[in-house]
């Protein structure tokens, strides 16, 4: 097939039916780019014989030469399927999981997904992932089985071993998409409950005959759609390389024609437990029972078995030509002479099943249109969280309609999402490009240099004329005028532009059209009360928050390293957008409609953990630097970029392959100078846990280590701080006042248990849906909240109910007062302070009247409420070991004690300081509420008044004293550094499973667990390994294990280190093993300065005491 032209696409792009909006996605060198290639190749773009060597999709430099993708990139594709036309939109994605953010902008646009797997790795931990994406895109999957040629050539299976290998697989991939089936159906099975229970009572209906369901809904749930097998056309068999793929129904087409047996038969029958009887002409079931060969080993597999022995392996050339000839295709004299015995085979094969017909009839057949989007789908994508789809106001609901019927009419809102944005030379747009000239414009040209040749020489001629009349230089003027263009065309030269990739989900999107930019938070209730009615685009429109008004300037046809320009696209196509860099800073919403609420966000499988520091080589390069940061932040969809309180410029990545990506683009793209950049910045937390029970020689401790930790304790207070105000007691109690003795906090520091931990750490999103909730019923303001998130609420607080059990932790949860830092860390507040009331944060769950009563009571102490929070934000933020995060620890506020400040006129407040000398005694009311109650309004006054002495405002006395108890309260108890750590997941050959256990352990990995994969000699070892070990990890590995090993690191969670970096010896048998300086290698301590010496804060080191000069004895004689 020929280059599809453009006019082609355009008129293809009009019929949403027959558009497809595609990716693929698999785990990293499956070989996704190598099968794009083969598909891109069917439409005449590259030539069939580079297809799977070339890579065209792979169009950054770094790309080609690392092997693997880093960007998502796009192509359309036209491919006839029977008599009907149809537009691919085809998107590649990565594999490498640093990439992952990429896969989520691309599954974004897309309506179904090729999910790519190896024959011989199987389901790998990324082929999980993309699988989870999908299905929570809520995008069809269909399953391309690649690499089959490695069972034949390197593992030698044979076709019935190979046979049993693919059904693995199939197991393998269908047992994923099913746990994510039932827990879907799960979770819909008890929304379903919750419901009836609801409707149940309020119709108060209690009848006597009700009969338990305990059927989990899963016989009832449609799931004929949902798996992978080939008799259901969702599956190919593939070589990607070799250029070859075939899905069932081509083979029940061949042998119906030459057995005779009915195609619908064959289909139903090529793939399970069949075997052919020749005499009786049947079919039959049972071969594996009857030791027959199956259908598909039989008829399919055998066949291309022996291609590969007569071709690769015997190099029969009789055989050979006689294959030829019966298959009917023709083979070029060059390729059959070839030295290379694989070109000979992919000519073969990719006359006799060619790859890209495979494929693109079965996504044009089993891959939805735009059409059929479901109601489902556009409800989750418009749904503004947390509240109820129902309670958007009716304009966007109707907007719904507008999705379903998927229409590009003049009077449809246009709506559009753009997944991330890109960058590209200003110069590679199609509007800069050269293209051969037409002959009328070169005879245009003609005529203007002549022109300007004519008018140079006249310009001459007067010059010299003017020069002999007044001696003035020639030509002057315009030499200047020339220097002056020059550089002005200068930077145009390197430039880089934005494109937006972006899908049109309703209306047609038109060059130069002004549309509405939706940012992530924009409220459309809200909009659509402040902007005036019908109002459009190109109005003059007030402004509004998150709302902003852009034109897109142009409209290209992605086609791989290639842009077409449009002048419209209509609805169901990807499609690229110059013009929103101003606005749009990674993705968004764009609509003619104010209606539209924006998409929800994007959701990303990596966490970006791996930060470095940049600077310019040459200081006064840092405005280049800043504004190429700021480029890279917009044109990566993960990366991010921030300024440290200490100034530095930090870069924030994925991983190593990424972070090496960003800094390439930095340097070659977007800033264009020489950086430096540091070692990696290793994030830590800082966590106190139980005092151990044995020492550092195993010991019993019993009570000394205790007794040992006070002490130090009580010697650290009396060096350092006037300890009237400060005050600890033996259990770990800190009290402390503020420096003008009106206030007084008692604060205790509780290790969380992990799994407690892990809830808060899990749950992020939903505290901070939480706050939010709690923040506008603290306005006043009600929220209509969804049904869901209520549930999530409540469901949170019951497991944080059941996890937090004991005495220690009775009523806990009803207690608590705040998370932290940033309000939704896995740090808690107690309020513990008896008598001191205020309303829950678990009041939306509806205990309305009691939070009524709360705010009649202590309406003098909430004021200041809001300080302690302040307070434990702070100290959480930042710990005392390294100034690093708090993580799982629980500060209970035992006593919050305000002097009752009506008795105190400001100049008392000072005279009672200067006379101040014990502990405060009197004036103190303990849980203060009634006396807050009697004169609130006054008492608050006169606060105001009292605050005015010489400390500052109270408030700011109490934040700051709320903070330093809570990081005494931390220090009193034992405390530990914890480490970030990454799972990975590495395939090993037996021969150097050894070295790659060296590795691990000589950077602290751990195994968890090794298990053989069948039918294969591959080791799978699933190990975890703290991030600050990891650099260069990957490489290492690589390097030990010749490349037969690749890691991929993923973030997986926080773990303790065991080791005590504040331990100094204690018991008589540690000092007599440790000796007084303790200085044994101690892993933790060593993090914790490495962290406070970059951090430019004091490090307390042994400098060598007493230093002697090492003699060698045998010299000494
Ligand atoms: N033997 C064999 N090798 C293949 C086949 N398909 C791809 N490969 C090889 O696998 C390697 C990876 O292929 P790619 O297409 O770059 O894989 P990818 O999935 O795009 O990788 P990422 O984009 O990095 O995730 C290349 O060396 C290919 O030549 C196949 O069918 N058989
Ligand atoms: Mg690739």
Request: glycine share 10%; proline share 20%.
């Given at each position: 097939m020929g280059h599809t032209s453009l006019e082609k696409i355009i008129a293809l792009q009009r019929n949403p039916a027959n558009i497809r909006n595609l990716c693929i996605l698999a785990h990293v060198d499956h070989g996704k780019t190598t099968l794009a290639d083969c598909l891109v190749a069917s439409n005449g773009i590259i030539s069939s014989r580079l297809a799977g060597k070339l890579r065209y999709l792979d169009s950054r430099e770094d790309e080609q030469i690392r092997g693997i993708t880093m960007k998502s990139s796009a192509i359309s594709l036209h491919y006839r399927n029977g008599d009907q036309d149809y537009l691919l939109n085809l998107i590649d994605s990565p594999g490498h999981v640093d990439f992952s953010s990429e896969v989520s902008t691309a599954v974004r646009l897309c309506d179904g997904a090729i999910i790519v797997v190896d024959a011989v790795e199987g389901v790998c931990p990324q082929t999980q992932a993309v699988l989870r994406q999908a299905w929570l895109e809520n995008i069809r999957p269909v399953l391309v089985i690649n690499k089959i040629d490695r069972l034949i050539l390197e593992l030698k299976l044979t076709s019935q071993e190979a046979y049993s290998h693919l059904q693995k697989i199939l197991e393998q991939v269908n047992a994923v998409t099913g746990a994510l089936f039932t827990s879907k159906v799960m979770e819909e099975r008890a929304e379903k409950e919750k419901k009836e229970e609801e409707e149940e009572k309020e119709s108060d209906i209690l009848s006597g005959d009700q009969v338990y369901d305990w059927s989990a809904g899963l016989e009832e749930a449609d799931d004929s759609q949902l798996y992978f097998s080939p008799d259901q056309g969702n599956v190919v068999f593939a070589s990607a390389v070799d250029g070859w793929g075939f899905s069932i129904q081509q083979f029940a087409h061949i042998y119906s024609q030459k057995m005779g047996i009915k195609a619908e038969v064959l289909l139903k029958t090529l793939w399970g437990d069949f075997y052919l009887n020749a005499k009786a002409k049947k079919i039959m079931k049972g071969a594996q029972a009857k030791g027959k060969k199956q259908l598909f080993v039989h008829l399919v597999l055998d066949n291309i078995w022996s291609l590969y022995d007569a071709v690769v392996t015997r190099r029969d050339k009789e055989k050979v030509e006689k294959v030829i000839a019966s298959l009917g295709v023709k083979v070029l004299a060059r390729d059959s002479r070839h030295s290379d015995p694989k070109v000979l085979l992919s000519a073969i094969c990719s006359q006799w099943l060619p790859l890209a017909q495979a494929v693109l009839s079965m996504v044009c057949e089993k891959l939805p249109s735009p059409i059929d989007m479901t109601a489902e789908r556009v409800e989750k994508l418009m749904s503004v969280w947390p509240l109820r789809f129902d309670s958007l106001p009716e304009q966007t609901q109707e907007l719904k309609r507008a999705f379903l019927q998927c229409s590009s009419g003049e009077n449809q809102p246009l709506i559009i999402f753009v997944s991330k944005m890109f960058a590209v030379d200003t110069k590679a747009l199609p509007q800069n490009r050269q293209r051969p000239l037409t002959q009328e414009e070169i005879a245009q040209r003609r005529e203007l240099a002549r022109q300007r040749h004519a008018d140079r020489m006249a310009a001459d001629q007067t010059a010299a004329e003017s020069q002999s009349h007044e001696g003035q230089p020639a030509g002057c003027d315009s030499a200047k005028m020339e220097g002056l263009t020059l550089k002005d065309s200068q930077p145009e030269e390197d430039q880089q532009t934005f494109v937006a990739f972006a899908r049109v989900y309703s209306g047609v999107a038109k060059k130069g059209r002004r549309v509405f930019v939706l940012g992530p938070k924009y409220d459309p209730a809200r909009g659509l009360s402040m902007l005036p009615e019908g109002s459009r685009a190109w109005d003059h429109v007030p402004a509004v928050p998150h709302l902003s008004v852009c034109s897109m300037d142009s409209l290209y046809l992605l086609m791989g390293r290639e842009l077409e320009e449009l002048d419209e696209v209509p609805v169901g196509n990807v499609l690229g957008i110059r013009g929103l860099e101003e606005c749009v800073l990674k993705s968004a919403t764009l609509s003619t409609s104010p209606a539209c609420p924006p998409f929800i966000p994007l959701n990303f499988e990596a966490t970006p953990i791996l930060r470095v520091a940049i600077e310019p080589?040459?200081?006064?390069?840092m405005p280049k630097l800043v504004r190429g940061m700021r480029l890279l932040n917009q044109a990566d969809p993960c990366a991010e970029v921030l300024i440290q309180e200490t100034g530095e410029h930090v870069l924030v990545t994925a991983g190593e392959v990424h972070l090496q990506r960003c800094l390439d683009d930095l340097r070659k793209r977007f800033a264009k100078i020489e950086i430096s950049v540091s070692e990696p910045i290793i994030p830590f937390r800082e966590t106190v846990v139980r005092p151990p029970k044995v020492d550092m020689v195993n010991e019993d401790l019993g009570k000394q280590h205790k007794v040992a930790i006070i002490h130090q304790l009580k010697e650290e207070a009396s060096h350092g701080r006037p300890s009237d105000t400060l005050h600890v007691d033996h259990s770990g109690l800190v009290t402390l006042t503020t420096p003008n003795r009106l206030a007084t906090v008692s604060v205790r520091a509780i290790p969380l248990p992990q799994e407690v931990t892990c809830l808060l750490e899990s749950s992020t999103e939903l505290i901070r849906t939480l706050e939010q909730v709690n923040m506008s019923l603290r306005e006043g303001k009600s929220l209509d909240i969804s049904p869901r998130t209520l549930e999530a609420i409540a469901g949170f607080k019951a497991q944080l109910e059941s996890l937090l059990q004991g005495r220690k932790w009775r009523n806990a949860v009803e207690h608590i007062w705040a998370f932290g830092?940033?309000?939704?860390?896995p740090n808690i507040l107690l309020n513990l302070v008896e008598g001191y009331q205020r309303p829950s944060l678990w009041q939306c769950l509806g205990r309305g009247d009691q939070a009524g009563e709360a705010r009649a009571q202590a309406a003098g102490m909430r004021d200041l409420d809001n300080s302690i929070v302040s307070g434990f934000q702070l100290a959480t933020l930042s710990g005392p070991m390294c100034e690093e995060p708090l993580m799982g620890v629980c500060f209970s506020v035992e006593r919050w004690d305000i002097q009752s400040a009506s008795l105190l006129q400001p100049q008392d407040v000072l005279d009672e300081h200067s006379k101040f000398h014990g502990p405060i005694t009197d004036n103190r009311v303990e849980g203060s509420s009634e006396t807050w109650t009697a004169g609130s309004c006054q008492a608050r006054r006169r606060l105001q008044a009292a605050s005015a002495d010489c400390y500052g405002p109270v408030s700011g006395q109490l934040i700051a004293a709320m903070k330093e108890a809570c990081r005494h309260a931390f220090q009193a108890q034992p405390q530990r550094l914890m480490a970030a750590m990454y799972t990975c997941e590495i395939m090993a050959t037996a021969e150097v499973l050894g070295r790659v256990y060296g590795v691990l352990g000589k950077r602290e990995g751990r195994v968890l667990h090794e298990e053989m994969k069948e039918g294969t000699d591959m080791f799978i070892i699933k190990a975890v390994l703290p991030v600050a070990e990891s650099f260069g990890f990957a490489d290492e590995i690589r390097k030990r294990t010749s490349g037969l090993a690749s890691p991929q690191l993923v973030f997986s969670h926080w773990e303790v280190i065991s080791s005590d970096p504040c331990w100094v010896p204690t018991t008589e048998e540690e000092y007599l093993h440790f000796g007084e300086k303790a200085d044994s290698a101690n892993q933790a301590l060593k993090y914790m300065n490495a962290v406070r010496r970059r951090k430019g804060l004091y490090v307390e080191e042994k400098i060598v005491e007493h230093a002697e000069k090492q003699r060698t004895l045998s010299k000494n004689k």
């Open positions: 080589k040459h200081p006064s390069e830092p940033r309000r939704y860390g």
